[in-house]
């Protein structure tokens, strides 16, 4: 009976280390572009500051797990004529558990012609069905 308590013991307290009751997981936005940015995610703006500021970093950490769709607004240079996005701004992110999500934003401003660009990243191995041959 006690080698069975002190198992028992040894069980539960192994259980409990390899739970956490934090979810490692965030989202980075790094705004490398010429304006601010405006990032909508899950019922919320957050603004990221435009590449001339020291915080053109912003960090959303302990998201829940699920699939959420975002969306970008961005600001455009006042002498702009053109201006157009590439890239995913806007789109879905799959969150689960120590998933760690990179959105990197840049541009450029070529005669009146302002192009933002935005890249996504993340940790999460890719299935190999989504792989192109």
């Excluded at 739970?19 to 304006?35: D, F, M, P, T």
């Excluded at 909508?40 to 912003?58: D, H, I, M, T």
């Excluded at 558990?97 to 990197?104: E, Q, S, V």
Aim: glycine content about 6%; proline content about 4%.
């Amino acid at each position: 009976m006690k080698k069975l308590l002190i198992f028992s013991s040894l069980l539960l307290f192994s259980f409990g280390l390899g739970c956490s009751s934090s979810v490692n997981n965030s989202i980075e936005l790094r705004n490398l572009a010429w304006g601010e940015i405006h990032f909508n995610f899950r019922g919320e703006v957050y603004k990221v500051p435009a590449a001339s500021s020291r915080e053109q970093v912003l960090t959303l950490r302990e998201l829940p797990k699920g699939k959420f769709e975002y969306t970008t607004t961005f600001e455009i240079p006042a002498n702009a004529t053109e201006s157009s996005a590439e890239g995913d701004i806007t789109g879905v992110v799959d969150i689960d558990a120590g998933t760690k999500i990179l959105i990197l934003y840049s541009s450029t401003f070529i005669d009146g012609n302002y192009t933002i660009y935005t890249t996504v990243s993340t940790n999460e191995p890719i299935e190999e069905d989504s792989i192109l041959p």
